[in-house]
C-alpha cells in the first residue's frame, strides 16, 4: 500500500494538471505494448523486460512503486518516480488503447528503438521520462537531454546509491553509456523517442488531448461540488481517501509526506495505476489513468444518435450524443470537429430546451445532460 500524507496545506495545494504529459503517454504507451506483445508470447519477452521472477506479483491492482522514503538527502534534488507493478496485465487497460495497439501491428513497438531498453514490460520508468513541468514535447525531450549524468545513473539503477527505483533487467552497453553522460547516447535516446511518438502516439494525440480535457473538467466538477475530499474520493476505484491520507494499493508499503508542498494530479490515457513522482522541492506527482467512459474508438469518432438528426437536426444530434460523457466548451468544440463559437451556440440550444445543463467552473464551462437529455438519446 502507498500511502500519501497531506497536510492542511496540502489539501489547499492540490491542483489539476492542465493536459496529458506527451512524454510520459508515450513511455507508458510503450510499456503498454510490450505488455500486450508479452501476453501474446509463449516464453519469449520483449528486450528490456525483466526475468518473471524480480516481478512484484503481490500488486495486482496497482502501479505504484515509488522510491525510497522522502527526506534530506544529500545532493539529491530530483525526483523519485513510481515504476508500476509487473503483476498487472493488459485487461487493466483501457480498451481503446488496446485497440490502438492492435493497430499498430507491432511494428511501433519493434522500432522503438533504445527506448525499449528504459521502459520495461514489468513496469519500470526511470525519472527523467516523466517531465510534468514541460510545456510540450519538444520541451520535455530538451530536459531530457540536459538530465546530469549522475542523475541518469541513479534513475537507471546503475549507480551504488541506497534506494533506487529498480532499473532495467539487463542493462546493456548503451546504458552505461547514457548513464556516463556519452552524448551519442543521448542523441540516441532523444532521436529514438521522437521518432516513436511520431509514428505511434502522434496521430492519437487530439483523441487523448479531448479525453484530457474531459477528464480535467470532470475533475474540477468534483472539486467544485464537493471539495478536495470528492476529487480524492472518486480518483480511483480502488484507491481509498480517509483524511488525511491517501491509500493506492501496491504490492509494497511506502509512507510517502506530501510535506506541505501539494499535490499535483496529471491525466493518463495509457496508465493502468497510479504513478507517484517525489519531487524533494515541488508539488508530488500522481499520475492516474484518466476517466473512460468506455465510448468511442480508438480515433476518436463517435455514434451518431441518427435518429435525432431530422428532430435537432445532425450536428447538434451529434452535440447531444457527445455529451453522454459531460465536456467543456473546448473539449466538445474537439469532439464535434466544430468551431469553439459553434459549439457554444449548439450548447447554448440544447440548453435551451430542457436537454442540457451548463455549469461555470472558473473560467470555463461544463456542459452534461439533463435527465430529459437522457432519457431522449436512450429513446431515440
Known amino acids: ?29 510503450l510499456r503498454l505494448g510490450l505488455r500486450a506483445a508479452g501476453s501474446r508470447s509463449s ?63 507491432g511494428g511501433a513497438v519493434a522500432g522503438a528503438g533504445v527506448l525499449a531498453e528504459l521502459v520495461t514490460e514489468d513496469g519500470f520508468v526511470p525519472d527523467f521520462l516523466l517531465q510534468p513541468s514541460a510545456r510540450d514535447f519538444d520541451e520535455a525531450l530538451e530536459a531530457v537531454a540536459s538530465t546530469p549524468a549522475e542523475r541518469l545513473a541513479l534513475d537507471l539503477g546503475l549507480a551504488g546509491a541506497p534506494g533506487r527505483n529498480g532499473g532495467p533487467g539487463r542493462p546493456g552497453r548503451w546504458a552505461h553509456d547514457l548513464a556516463r553522460g556519452v552524448p551519442s547516447a543521448s542523441t540516441a535516446l532523444v532521436e529514438d523517442t521522437r521518432r516513436y511518438f511520431r509514428e505511434s502516439v502522434e496521430p492519437l494525440w487530439p483523441r487523448i488531448r479531448s479525453d ?40 509494497s508499503t511506502y509512507d510517502v509526506p506530501l510535506c506541505g508542498r501539494g499535490l499535483l494530479l496529471v491525466p493518463s490515457w495509457f496508465a493502468t495505476g497510479p504513478m507517484v513522482m517525489y519531487r524533494p522541492e515541488a508539488a508530488t506527482v500522481l499520475v492516474y489513468p484518466m476517466y473512460d467512459d468506455g465510448a468511442g474508438r480508438a480515433d476518436g469518432s463517435a455514434d451518431r444518435p441518427e435518429a435525432l438528426a431530422a428532430l435537432l437536426g445532425r450536428t447538434r444530434a451529434q452535440v447531444l450524443g457527445l455529451l453522454r460523457s459531460p465536456a467543456t466548451t473546448t473539449a466538445l468544440a474537439e469532439r464535434a470537429a466544430v468551431s469553439l463559437a459553434a459549439a457554444s451556440q449548439h450548447a447554448g440550444v440544447l440548453r435551451g430546451a430542457g436537454l442540457v445543463a451548463t455549469v461555470r467552473t472558473g473560467s470555463s464551462v461544463l456542459h452534461s445532460l439533463t435527465p430529459l437529455g437522457a432519457s431522449l438519446l436512450a429513446g431515440g
Open 1 to 29: 500500500m502507498i500511502r500519501l500524507h497531506f497536510t492542511a496545506a496540502d489539501l489547499r495545494r492540490v491542483t489539476l494538471a492542465p493536459a496529458a504529459d506527451a512524454l510520459s503517454e508515450t513511455a507508458l504507451s
Open 43 to 105: 516464453g519469449a519477452r520483449p528486450a528490456g523486460s525483466r526475468p518473471a521472477a524480480s516481478r512484484d506479483s503481490g500488486a495486482r491492482s496497482s502501479e505504484a512503486r515509488p522510491g525510497p522514503l522522502p527526506g534530506p538527502r544529500p545532493g539529491r534534488g530530483h525526483s523519485r518516480v513510481s515504476g508500476g507493478s509487473g503483476g498487472l496485465r493488459t485487461q487493466w487497460a483501457r480498451p481503446a488503447a488496446l485497440e490502438w495497439h492492435r493497430s499498430l501491428r
Open 212 to 251: 484530457a480535457l474531459t477528464d480535467r473538467a470532470l475533475r474540477a466538477e468534483m472539486l467544485l461540488r464537493g471539495g478536495v475530499d470528492a476529487l480524492l474520493t472518486t480518483l480511483g476505484t480502488t484507491w481509498r481517501w480517509e483524511p488525511p491520507t491517501l491509500h493506492l494499493p501496491s504490492g
